[in-house]
């Protein structure tokens, strides 16, 4: 998004980091998002600007680069990417990661809590938590008390046996969202979390392959990116203290477009941030 770079950041309100990282094997996939992801931004329009001032004249942002994670050490990945964050959040106040996955998403949660104590999570996603490899999370990350498990939010998720409730907190299936709408799911959203400190992880598989083709889902009936967007829109009532945006995979998406559904997303995220700091707009 033009954001200077700063690889040590201090005293900033938000760093921008990229997670070059790939969940599963060696082939290049999720590594190359954060990349592809910073190239169509360059050309995006700043944030929230068609709502009022520019969010970056609101918030001190930078992109703080990459983190160096080699793909062939992967057990020591999480710890290198734990210790990061450590660094990071020690002196600026919140982070938004752009790549990564299910399996460094508790990495993430560790260095946020270390800060805030266990924080609620908005997680937006196609398939139930513990149908991936790397899914159970958020089962590990309520067993190490880096969330409550009363203030959970799951969103998006499509198939068959998504349950109705997640680790104490609330599932929302394609099928209620549908018929709470964005405007009843973010109603859910405020009331379940309310002013706790929140991390917001935001798989873009959320959406339907045919607004997000690059991520490896297949399964139709995911939301639209105008829903995905929307939803995301009631962060800025939240007390939110990191973000992440996951599962862009440039190879398989020749178009760009999930880089761009991303990009929005992130810029988006920043955007209500802002609002979440109570700067008037």
């Known amino acids: 998004m033009r954001l200077p770079l700063d690889q040590d950041p201090t005293a900033r309100d938000l760093v921008v980091l990229g997670v070059p990282y790939d969940d599963s094997g060696r082939c290049p996939g999720t590594r190359l998002g954060p990349g592809a992801v910073r190239d169509v931004s360059a050309l995006a329009h700043v944030p929230g600007g068609d709502r009022g001032p ?3 004249d609101l918030v001190d942002c930078v992109d703080g680069g990459d983190v160096d994670l080699t793909p062939w050490a992967s057990g020591a990945v999480p710890e290198v990417l734990y210790k990061r964050l450590s660094h ?11 790549g990564g996955g299910r399996s460094l998403t508790v990495a993430a949660l560790r260095a946020v809590a270390e800060r805030h104590g266990p924080v609620a999570l908005l997680h937006l996603a196609a398939d139930p938590v513990g149908s991936h490899p790397q899914g159970d999370f958020l089962h590990q990350a309520v067993e190490e008390h880096l969330v409550d498990p009363s203030a959970v939010v799951r969103i998006g998720l499509r198939g068959a046996g998504a349950p109705g409730r997640a680790q104490g907190g609330v599932m929302l299936d394609v099928g209620r969202f549908g018929r709470l ?12 979390i309310g002013r706790r400190p929140v991390y917001v992880s935001v798989a873009v598989d959320v959406a339907d392959p045919a607004f997000a083709p690059g991520t490896g889902t297949r399964v139709p009936g995911g939301l639209t990116s105008r829903e995905v967007l929307g939803l995301l829109r009631c962060v800025g009532d939240l007390c939110p203290v990191g973000f992440e945006v996951m599962g862009v995979s440039p190879p398989q998406d020749r178009s760009g477009i999930t880089a761009a559904l991303a990009s929005e997303i992130g810029g988006e995220l920043i955007h209500q941030y802002a609002r979440a700091q109570r700067i008037p707009m």
Do not use: K, P, S, W
């Open 88 to 98: 990071l959040l020690a002196g600026n106040a919140a982070v938004l990661l752009l």
């Open 181 to 192: 709408g964005v405007r009843g799911a973010a109603g859910v959203v405020r009331h379940r």
């Open 54 to 56: 520019g969010t970056f």
